[in-house]
C-alpha cells in the first residue's frame, strides 16, 4: 500500500511559467512533509517543508500547500527555470519522536523545464 | 564543507557474494540512515543510527543485510549471499539530529548478475 503517492510520473513547463506538482497521501498520522529534489547521478537535495498545522509555507521561488481535509500537498514552482528540471519527490512521516528514517517517499515526479 | 561520500558509486557483483557499501556522513551529523531506492520508486528506508546504535532497523528486509557504525561516524552496510533483487541504488544520508533535514549522498549503484 502506497502511503505517498505522486500521480504524475512526468510534468513539463515551459520556461517561466508556473510548474505544480502534486502528492496525496493516504496516513492521517503524518504531520510533517517534505519535497526533495533529485537530478540524475546525485542523492536527493532537500528542498522545502511544512508542518501538518501549517498550511503555507514558502521560500523564494518555492510554496508548498497543504490541504489535510483532503490529505493533499503540491509544490508550486514560480518562475520555473531550466535548472529546476528534475526529479521531484514528496514524502511524510511522523514527527511524535520518531526520526526522519520514517520518512515515506512517492515515486517522484519527473520535471522538464523547456527554454 | 564536505558532504555525504558514498564508496564505491558502482558495484557489480555476481549473485551469492558478500559485499559492503561505505558512507561517511557529514562532520558533526549524529544521525546516519540507509535507503534503497529501486527503479522508478522513491527511495526506501533501511536503517537509522543515533550515534553507534541503530536505533530503527525495521526497514532491513531480511537478515541477509546488516548495518554497522562503530564509531559513531563511518558505516558500512552489509549484504550477504546477494540476490539479483538487491540491485538497487543504495543512499546513505545524514542529519544534524533526528529532526533536521537529510542530506543524502550520491549513492551505490549496486547490479547483481
Known amino acids: 500500500d502506497q502511503q505517498v503517492k505522486q500521480n504524475s510520473p512526468s510534468l513539463s513547463v515551459q520556461e517561466g511559467r508556473i510548474s505544480i506538482l502534486n502528492c496525496d497521501y493516504t496516513?492521517?498520522?503524518?504531520?510533517?512533509f517534505l519535497w526533495y529534489k533529485k537530478y540524475p547521478a546525485e542523492g536527493p537535495t532537500f528542498l522545502i517543508s511544512?508542518?501538518?498545522?501549517?498550511d503555507k509555507n514558502e521560500d523564494g521561488r518555492f510554496t508548498v500547500f497543504l490541504n489535510k481535509s483532503a490529505k493533499h500537498l503540491s509544490l508550486h514552482i514560480v518562475p520555473s527555470q531550466p535548472g529546476d528540471s528534475a526529479v521531484y519527490f514528496c514524502?511524510?512521516?511522523?514527527?511524535?519522536?520518531?526520526?526522519?528514517?520514517?520518512?515515506?517517499f512517492g515515486k517522484g515526479t519527473k520535471l522538464s523545464v523547456k527554454p | 564543507g564536505a558532504g555525504v561520500s558514498q564508496t564505491p558509486s558502482n558495484k557489480v557483483t555476481e549473485k551469492g557474494k558478500y559485499v559492503e557499501l561505505r558512507c561517511d556522513p557529514i562532520?558533526?551529523?549524529?544521525?546516519l540512515y540507509w535507503y534503497r531506492q529501486s527503479l522508478g520508486q522513491g527511495p526506501e528506508f533501511l536503517i537509522y543510527?543515533?550515534?553507534?546504535?541503530?536505533?530503527?532497523d525495521s526497514g532491513l528486509p531480511n537478515d541477509r543485510f546488516f548495518a554497522v557504525r562503530p564509531e559513531g561516524s563511518v558505516s558500512t552496510l552489509k549484504i550477504q549471499r546477494t540476490e539479483r533483487g538487491d540491485s538497487a541504488v543504495y543512499l546513505c544520508?545524514?542529519?544534524?539530529?533526528?529532526?533536521?533535514?537529510?542530506?543524502f549522498g550520491n549513492g551505490t549503484r549496486l547490479t547483481v548478475t
Open positions: 511544512i508542518s501538518s498545522i501549517k
Open positions: 543510527f543515533q550515534g553507534t546504535g541503530a536505533a530503527d
Open positions: 562532520s558533526g551529523h549524529t544521525a
Open positions: 496516513n492521517s498520522m503524518f504531520d510533517y
Open positions: 544520508a545524514s542529519s544534524l539530529n533526528k529532526v533536521s533535514p537529510l542530506h
Open positions: 514524502a511524510g512521516f511522523k514527527n511524535y519522536g520518531g526520526s526522519q528514517g520514517n520518512l515515506i
